[in-house]
């Protein structure tokens, strides 16, 4: 019986797993066990011998079971070890979110014009892309024969054989969305509009689509120098520099009387823009005070009510404030540009935050 306590007491300090140990059990304690067996012949034997052998087996057949299940219980710890040594990982890494895509510079851009001025108090008015040529042109002073319809390379949408009504145009600039915004609001108004317009032309810096944001400023009381103020207090948010300095000039649109442009002062020094130094000025966009005729057009009086408006090119402020040299590969969708010149998605430009960490 010795023999039998060693060979099964060795066998089960040797088991490599659970398989092994189950395997041994049965071999011992099985029903065909040889320990079973053993207990088998008890019933043949002398009741001296059964007296001697009966509590030996029984001690026997104890001392293995709890072998076993210490073996199995040191496998167990084994496994678990040797599971959190290869599943080790630092719980205070901080993630790695690995974003899939990137937000484009013109939505990142027209997002940071768009808090700028929500925290002015102007609110996001909306017009369509597909425009009658009345709120492209006419309602803003611009009547048919008017030079500047030439100028704006517009697009024309094509009207069925006989149907000789004035086509409707892309719209080629976000400035009909004035009309819309005072026929659908009335005065006092302040809204921006961006969006995107259309004009047939292509090079390094325009090309046929692009975008454009539009403000309008309409209260009984509002002057040329409130858009000033804005428009100063804007470029200073936008390009995140305290020096900007910007100079008036003085300039013509339809829809606006008195007009002016405005430039940035920039320095090109080595190729590379800065923004709020040098002696290099930058046309940056056109604005003036609503002309008389664009307020009726919008059904509002314009003995009662004057205001301001202003427009410019978001593509362009983008290029001016993120150095990016060329703006058809805006629209190209090369995955390597978008990725270099994108934003993350988890970063909305806010003016407490930032607006473009
Ligand atoms: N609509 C003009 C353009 O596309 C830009 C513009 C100039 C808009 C002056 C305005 C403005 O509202 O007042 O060139």
Not at 293 to 314: R, S
Request: contains cysteine; proline residues 6%; glycine residues 8%.
């Amino acid at each position: 019986m010795d023999d039998l306590r060693q060979k099964y007491i060795d066998a089960i300090a040797g088991a490599a797993d659970e398989a092994a140990l189950e395997d041994l059990r049965v071999a011992a304690l099985g029903k065909k066990g040889e320990i079973s067996l053993q207990m088998r012949e008890l019933g043949r034997m002398t009741p001296e011998d059964r007296q001697v052998m009966g509590p030996k087996l029984n001690a026997l057949k104890d001392e293995i079971n709890a072998a076993l299940a210490a073996r199995k219980a040191a496998l167990g710890d084994a496994a678990l070890e040797e599971r959190l040594r290869a599943e080790w990982l630092d719980v205070t890494l901080p993630g790695r979110p690995r974003p899939r895509g990137t937000i484009h510079p013109v939505s990142q851009v027209t997002e940071e014009i768009t808090a700028i001025f929500a925290d002015m108090g102007f609110a996001v008015a909306e017009g369509p892309q597909i425009e009658s040529d009345w709120f492209n042109f006419d309602a803003l002073n611009i009547p048919p024969e008017h030079p500047a319809r030439q100028e704006h390379d517009t697009f024309f949408m094509s009207r069925a054989a006989g149907d000789d009504r004035a086509p409707h145009v892309l719209r080629t600039h976000t400035s009909p969305v004035q009309i819309r915004a005072m026929q659908a609001q009335g005065a006092p108004i302040r809204v921006i509009a961006p969006g995107r317009v259309y004009r047939c032309d292509y090079d390094q810096t325009h090309t046929p689509m692009f975008h454009q944001v539009e403000g309008l400023a309409i209260d009984r009381d509002i002057s040329m120098a409130n858009l000033k103020w804005v428009l100063e207090e804007f470029c200073r948010a936008f390009f995140e520099v305290d020096g900007v300095e910007l100079r008036f000039r003085a300039s013509h649109f339809p829809f606006t009387e008195p007009s002016a442009e405005v430039d940035i002062r920039c320095s090109w020094e080595g190729g590379a823009l800065k923004i709020g130094e040098g002696n290099d000025w930058m046309e940056i966009l056109g604005s003036g005070m609503v002309h008389p005729k664009v307020l009726a057009a919008g059904g509002i009086d314009p003995d009662e009510w004057q205001g301001f408006a202003f427009g410019m090119g978001i593509d362009r402020l983008a290029m001016l404030k993120y150095g990016i040299p060329d703006l058809r590969a805006f629209f190209d969708s090369d995955l390597r540009w978008l990725r270099h010149y994108g934003f993350s998605a988890l970063d909305m430009p806010t003016l407490h935050g930032g607006l473009s960490r």
